[in-house]
């Protein structure tokens, strides 16, 4: 099964963000889209999810897909508290005190289900972030560089955590990040991005299962270097 | 030093200056501190003051109670609805532009004299409610907006649980300005409408027959119940805005 997006056209008045460009993204798998900062990635999340509707182009596949959304910022609503606001989203869901449970212990905040989000650190707000996508029945799970500005540490949690999560529920992910090692650890297929306007892009397929990816392997250290070299001959 | 030491001593020095400036002027002209305290501990005392201050109080509850109600219907549909903003704006600027004394003369025009505090008291509040709100509206995070959009929350699920706790701390500056003003205007409306009840209507009588001292307790007394509620306004405001902030171990 596959998801179409054909002849997109998106500008912000003279700013041409995309410009004929067409991708196919496969389901049930982790699609990670690379390139630089502002190209145009988050943009591309926005059209997926309806959120931006001010667009040309075709999207195929798409119709009646339901989507939770992995922002960059956890967006989480403050005067609540972390088990609340999973609460809000989850309105007229069968078991829902058993779902939200669940997904606060898979990501480890169930000792602070009480707690409010001022009381959290970034990575906490981040996870809870995580589990709220999750915990949303969604068929397209959307993620904007949700590692993003994370201490090292921090982010291998959180990658392990939503590793853990995704083993369990394979739902179609479209990531969106600027760091090839993210998108190494977490990628089925990358799209790799080149500069505005975006018409183009090349697709590199990480054929290695999840449990040998780690940054010494000698694999993982060839395809990164050959996304490397590509996003280098992009900017030449 | 200790800081309640150095606002009970500025206290204590404007006092002073009153005294010292009552002994210099006419009694007549200014009445000096004891001279208030005892036309207070008279009013007080009076049979009829718990009538006076209820009839006050009723009409600017009342009229704020409305005119919050009002405004905070008004204001959601405004800044949700631009259509709706262009309609309502007209009449809200017309309110808002009226200066108190023609509209008190207007309101007494049209209502009873028991009735034009409320009515005005409400119809200066409005504009005030309703602006805020309608700029706590607008200025609610569009990225919660299109979380909850995504999450498919309901209009309703959405004003209930992201724009009613964004425009919080616009309802309580509103809550604020209006309890202030709502006092003044009341008091103002009575001073002209001179219902049965009133302190308006007391503080009138105090001028016409010339009793100074009388004027000044009432005054006293306007300021002590204004100064009450904002004191309890604060410590509800306290309150709510504390609830999120602090660990909670209920669910």
């Known amino acids: ?236 | 030093m200790n800081k309640n030491f150095l606002k009970f001593s500025a206290i204590v020095f404007w006092v002073v200056v009153w005294w010292v400036m009552a002994k210099m002027a006419n009694t007549f002209i200014l009445p000096s501190p004891n001279e208030t305290l005892k036309a207070l501990y008279y009013i007080v005392l009076n049979k009829g003051f718990l009538a006076i201050i209820t009839a006050s109080l009723a009409r600017i509850i009342i009229g704020f109670i409305i005119s919050s109600i009002i405004g905070l219907v008004l204001g959601v549909l405004a800044g949700l609805y631009e259509k709706f903003e262009i309609f309502i704006n007209p009449i809200i600027t017309v309110i808002k532009s009226i200066p108190v004394i023609s509209l008190i003369l207007i309101i007494l025009f049209w209502v009873k004299s028991d009735m034009t505090p409320l009515v005005v008291c409400f119809l200066m509040c409005l504009p005030v409610m309703y602006n805020n709100i309608y700029d706590g509206i607008k200025n609610v995070d569009s990225n919660l907006i299109n979380m909850a959009t995504l999450y498919k929350m309901n209009k309703l699920d959405t004003i209930k649980n992201i724009y009613f706790h964004s425009i919080k701390p616009y309802l309580f500056a509103a809550t604020k300005t209006c309890l202030n003003l709502g006092f003044r205007v009341t008091v103002a409306a009575e001073v002209l409408s001179n219902p049965k009840y009133g302190l308006g209507t007391q503080l009138f009588d105090s001028k016409i027959y010339l009793n100074m001292a009388d004027l000044f307790a009432y005054t006293v007394i306007i300021v002590t119940l204004s100064y009450i509620f904002e004191i309890t306004l604060k410590y509800i405001i306290k309150k709510n805005t504390l609830k999120g902030v602090i660990y909670d171990v209920k669910h």
């Open chain 1, 1 to 236: 099964m596959t998801l179409n997006i054909k002849q997109l056209n998106k500008n912000y008045g003279e700013n041409i963000i995309f410009k004929q460009f067409n991708v196919e993204l496969k389901e049930n798998t982790i699609n990670c889209i690379l390139g630089p900062s502002g190209c145009g990635k988050t943009t591309l999340l926005n059209i997926i999810a309806k959120l931006d509707k001010d667009f040309i182009g075709k999207l195929e596949g798409f119709k009646d897909k339901t989507f939770s959304y992995i922002f960059q910022e956890p967006r989480l609503l403050n005067w609540f508290s972390v088990y609340k606001n999973l609460q809000v989203i989850l309105k007229d869901h069968e078991n829902r005190e058993k779902i939200i449970d669940k997904y606060l212990k898979m990501v480890g905040l169930y000792e602070y289900r009480y707690y409010y989000p001022h009381q959290l650190s970034g990575g906490m707000k981040q996870r809870l972030s995580i589990a709220r996508a999750f915990a949303f029945k969604s068929d397209i799970l959307l993620m904007d560089e949700p590692f993003k500005g994370l201490d090292p540490k921090l982010k291998k949690n959180l990658i392990d955590s939503f590793i853990n999560l995704w083993k369990q529920d394979k739902r179609t992910i479209i990531f969106v990040t600027h760091d090839i090692d993210e998108a190494i650890l977490l990628g089925d297929d990358i799209f790799i991005f080149k500069e505005r306007p975006i018409s183009k892009m090349v697709n590199v397929n990480i054929d290695i299962d999840r449990k040998n990816r780690n940054l010494e392997n000698e694999i993982i250290r060839g395809k990164k270097s050959i996304i490397y070299s590509i996003l280098v001959k992009d900017e030449e």
